[in-house]
């Protein structure tokens, strides 16, 4: 909120008169304010602003856990509808999405006997369990075959992009957030690549293919070349690591991201990156002075079906 508008615009109740819509609701988080509630109505505003700035390079970050519930369909909604350019993540991410293109997950709870669950061969992440055989079984399967196919076809040197393209088209069917990133020619960053179930796969292909390499400078040089031919670039940023940082990194050297949302559950006063506002990158020239940025503390599987949802009605609510 401007601060010459600062109070003047009054604060207003939620009306349930008549059914609402998830962006109309949204609509009256941004009247109710509310704490949170405004942040995520303005973080929707925000993102709006970003899909339809012409020439605007729109980049998500996020880590792999998400991708272990639900909130894996939003993402690949994103992907789907084109609503964002380039996507840095983590190896997990690789990991959760070929795993459930086969397998599913179940629901669990943070609370459970973890030795009971290891004796019966199911990993627990948070309030999700993980059988072995949804997990690394299928993923050895399906990357080792992979892998085999494109050395064979003379493929012995990929970048990250090129990888996960060739997983996209290969190794996972339309409920997955890679076969729509392949489709729609949308570059999936990995930068800590070996740091999960696929990496080491790659790792263990290795030994028995000596001339077999990941080229992660590749990458870098078409980070490069993404960031300095946008003429703007925008970001949603969901939680922290290797992902929010390599997508602040590279952006600082076009004067920094024009658009930003993040959403994070972490504290800033311990110095983490994850916990890290906008105005500290800010300082690092990694977020421009002038953009509009939100920060959006809270659970990503509750605010972002609630974003997306509402930015799709918008966006169609536009075509019409």
């Known amino acids: 909120m401007h601060k010459e508008a600062s109070h003047k615009v009054p604060v207003k109740d939620y009306d349930f008169s008549k059914d609402l819509s998830v962006d109309e609701l949204v609509g009256q988080m941004d009247a109710a304010w509310g704490f949170t509630a405004g942040k995520l109505a303005t973080g929707v505003n925000i993102m709006e602003a970003m899909v ?31 609503l964002v350019d380039v996507i840095i993540t983590t190896c997990g991410t ?9 397998k599913d997950y179940y629901k669990g709870s943070f609370i459970m006997n973890d030795s009971k669950l290891h004796q019966e061969g199911v990993n627990r992440l948070g309030n999700v369990l993980v059988p072995n055989d949804s997990y690394g079984m299928i993923i050895e399967k399906k990357i080792i075959g992979l892998l085999e196919e494109l050395y064979k076809e003379g493929k012995k040197e990929l970048s990250t992009t090129e ?17 729509w990133a392949a489709k729609n ?41 993404i960031v300095f031919d946008a003429k703007k670039s925008g970001a949603l940023i969901v939680g922290g690591g290797i992902s929010k940082h390599h997508t602040i990194w590279w952006n600082q050297f076009k004067d920094g991201l024009d658009y930003v949302v993040y959403i994070t559950t972490a504290d800033e006063w311990d ?17 421009n002075e002038k953009a509009k940025r939100i920060m959006i503390e809270g659970d990503a599987t509750v605010i ?9 009605t918008r966006l169609k609510k536009e075509k019409k």
């Not at 990888?163 to 076969?179: A, D, K, Q, V």
């Not at 110095?271 to 977020?287: D, H, N, Q, T, Y």
């Not at 972002?304 to 799709?312: E, F, Q, Y």
């Open 271 to 287: 110095g983490s990156l994850s916990g890290a506002r906008p105005r500290e990158a800010v300082s690092w020239g990694k977020i």
């Open 304 to 312: 972002m079906p609630i974003m997306t949802s509402s930015l799709l």
């Open 94 to 102: 690789l990991d959760h999405d070929v795993a459930r293109s086969w």
């Open 163 to 179: 990888l996960t393209r060739e997983i996209g088209l290969r190794c996972c069917n339309e409920s997955s957030i890679l076969y």
């Open 185 to 225: 020619n949308i570059p999936v960053f990995v930068p800590g690549i070996t740091d999960g179930s696929v990496g080491y796969q790659l790792w263990f292909f290795s030994q028995d293919h000596k001339d077999f390499r990941i080229n992660l400078l590749k990458d870098e040089g078409d980070l490069n070349n």
């Open 52 to 82: 339809k700035e012409k020439g605007c390079v729109k980049f998500l970050s996020f880590p792999a856990d998400i991708v272990a519930t639900g909130t894996r369909g939003v993402i690949r909604e994103m992907v789907k509808q084109k």
